[in-house]
């Protein structure tokens, strides 16, 4: 296989052989008809084609070059009627092409796409054949363009395209695909904290990863911001990461440039985190160092600043760095299609000099009106800052392995409050919701969705890092967007491969039957999770291999949780000959469907713990017939 690799003016490019959508003038350009004619047909635009129009047809060009080793013609035509037989013609709805259809089933069809829809159709006229590319919206016209390179034998991944060795004689396009989505919202949440994930992405490749989610048909982009772990305890985070800034609206100037902020960053060498010791580059062993550019290797942000920022001046530019990569890199992404969402965790966990500002001045950072204020004052220096989609707030860590104290609720559902009348107060150009390890409270999974307005989406990642599956609670909650996030691997084997493609089909079907319109895949890694990565996009739009009920209620039997046996164990308790009762359990069932006739029942439950020791460390309700 072979990959192309495109130069984006303007960035600096190592040697990757990485394959990036091309959104120079080259994409927006008309090539006269002066290209040798061969085995490709031509591609023809509207002479005011949209820049996704243009952008879809010169993809489409680049790919049949690459394929046939023929340079396709690219033409302007006036009206519909004035394309050549044979031609690719692009066509986004609304746009000259769509309107000026004269057969009036293919102008229904492309007039019925709704916004993320793409049709690829082969049509006859009195003269020979065209195919159409059409799209309900920009993003969906390349859509198609790229699911016409797939056609080719293109195959796309996150980390760059696959194209097959050798070129082929002649191109034939037999096509009647329309491509409709399962989910609305469709993409990837890449974690920072580690040195295998973004932490050390630069612009370049912040832009490279965004221009493949296209190709992918996927329109998400989220990040998780770790907060200022107040602890200091070894092995983690030693401070914020500079993704959001906490402070006050007077503490940024217009342009969102921060005034006053606190230390805050990235992943590096000279800085170690959880399973890194730090060390030099210089130091590594087998001549690894001469690798790397900078014995405290990072991110283009940290350089200088490595391992952290010292000054209060430091602290600021490692600020403003990360939102210049973010709001150019989230520029493009908007025009791609891609939605975007940044946050930090609820409760929020305001930095100590931000704390002594506020008590400076005389305010006290425990009171939530203080706390609302500062929610104002991120969400407008983020609207400065660089475009979004969506702020979340993602929930403690914690309670993925333990409940939560009635206090610690009680926090996060007032920090909640807070943060939503500032919002409403500050009127960003951007949506909330939320998202964390687990849905809601371990006691109450669904608490949020009583409290939180239904404008708000809901979000979490599986729990056991994605060794368990979907969490069946978002099949209890109605009327609100609904997200979720498998892992597309797990973070204590990111040294491995892991192969989970079937993981990824299973937690896209039960998505898909617990009334999600969201699904996200958590990751570091890019290059080793093609297959996993794949498997999910493909998911998002596809499922005709799926056997599962359509509905949770249809299932019969056990729903999630998985077999445990406790053969050697000493059973407490359980009474004269039933240990055996309690030797072979369903762990972390989330319940039971079992058909039986209508009458009345009497319902004997019984539980072993085999696990947790700690009091509160396993905590769940109880449910029949939904009471």
């Excluded at 990642?461 to 978002?474: C, L, Q, S």
Aim: aromatic share 10%.
């Amino acid at each position: 296989m072979r990959g192309t690799r495109t130069e984006v003016p303007g960035m600096k490019h190592r040697s990757n052989g990485r394959t990036f959508l091309v959104l120079s003038a080259i994409a927006v350009a008309v090539f006269q008809a002066c290209a040798r004619k061969g085995p490709s047909p031509d591609i023809v635009i509207a002479r005011d084609a949209s820049w996704h129009e243009r952008a879809a047809a010169a993809e489409i060009r680049r790919y049949l070059y690459l394929r046939t080793g023929d340079l396709p013609v690219l033409r302007e035509a006036e009206s519909f009627s004035r394309i050549p037989t044979g031609a690719v013609a692009i066509l986004e709805k609304g746009g000259t092409f769509a309107q000026g259809l004269s057969d009036p089933g293919a102008a229904a069809k492309i007039a019925a796409l709704g916004p993320e829809d793409y049709w690829l159709k082969t049509v006859m006229r009195r003269s020979g054949p065209m195919v159409l590319v059409a799209g309900g919206s920009g993003p969906a016209v390349l859509y198609g363009a790229y699911q016409l390179a797939e056609k080719l034998g293109v195959r796309f991944f996150l980390e760059g395209d696959v194209v097959p060795d050798g070129t082929v004689e002649k191109v034939s396009l037999d096509l009647d695909e329309t491509g409709h989505p399962l989910f609305a919202i469709r993409g990837i949440q890449p974690f920072h904290d580690f040195a295998e994930g973004p932490d050390w992405w630069t612009l370049e490749n912040y832009k490279a990863i965004l221009g493949q989610l296209p190709k992918l048909r996927l329109n998400f982009f989220g990040l998780h911001t770790y907060p200022e772990n107040p602890s200091k305890e070894k092995g983690a985070t030693p401070n914020a990461e500079p993704t959001v800034w906490i402070g006050r609206e007077g503490d940024f100037g217009a342009d969102g440039k921060v005034l006053a902020s606190y230390p805050a960053s990235y992943q590096n060498t000279a800085r170690g985190n959880w399973g890194y010791e730090a060390k030099k580059t210089g130091d590594f062993h087998f001549g690894a160092g001469l690798l790397f550019e900078r014995d405290d290797f990072g991110n283009d942000v940290m350089a200088g600043f490595s391992p952290d920022p010292v000054t209060a001046l430091d602290s600021n530019q490692v600020f403003d760095r990360a939102a210049a990569v973010f709001r150019d890199a989230f520029t493009l992404a908007r025009l791609l299609g891609v939605k975007t969402c940044v946050g930090t965790e609820t409760a929020l966990t305001i930095p100590d000099l931000v704390k002594k500002r506020l008590a400076d001045s005389g305010r006290d950072p425990k009171d939530p009106a203080v706390v609302k204020d500062l929610y104002k004052g991120m969400f407008k220096r983020i609207a400065a800052a660089y475009p979004v989609d969506y702020y979340w707030f993602w929930t403690n860590e914690g309670w993925t392995w333990s409940d939560a104290s009635p206090e610690a609720i009680a926090s996060v559902t007032t920090d909640l409050a807070m943060g939503i009348e500032a919002w409403r107060e500050a009127a960003p150009p951007f949506s909330l919701a939320t998202c964390g390890w687990v849905l809601g409270p371990p006691s109450d999974r669904t608490l949020f969705d009583r409290v939180l307005p239904k404008d708000v989406a809901m979000s979490c990642i599986n729990r056991e890092v994605g060794k368990a599956p979907v969490d069946p609670g978002f099949s209890r909650i109605s009327g609100r967007s609904l997200w979720a996030i498998p892992w597309m691997e797990d973070d204590p084997a990111l040294t491995s491969p892991q192969l989970w493609a079937g993981r990824m089909r299973r937690d896209a079907a039960d998505a898909l039957r617990y009334g999600c319109d969201g699904l996200l895949g958590i990751h570091w890694r890019t290059r080793v999770l093609s297959p996993n990565v794949l498997a999910l996009a493909r998911a998002a739009w596809d499922q005709s291999w799926n056997t599962l009920p359509s509905r949770v209620a249809d299932d019969i039997g056990p729903i999630t949780g998985q077999y445990v046996a406790f053969r050697d164990h000493e059973i407490a308790g359980a009474g004269l000959g039933r240990a055996a009762v309690y030797r072979d359990v369903r762990d972390r069932v989330f319940g039971y469907h079992l058909p039986v006739p209508n009458g009345i029942y009497s319902v004997t439950l019984q539980f072993v713990e085999g696990e947790i020791k700690q009091k509160g460390g396993r905590v769940f309700d109880v449910l029949i017939q939904g009471r």
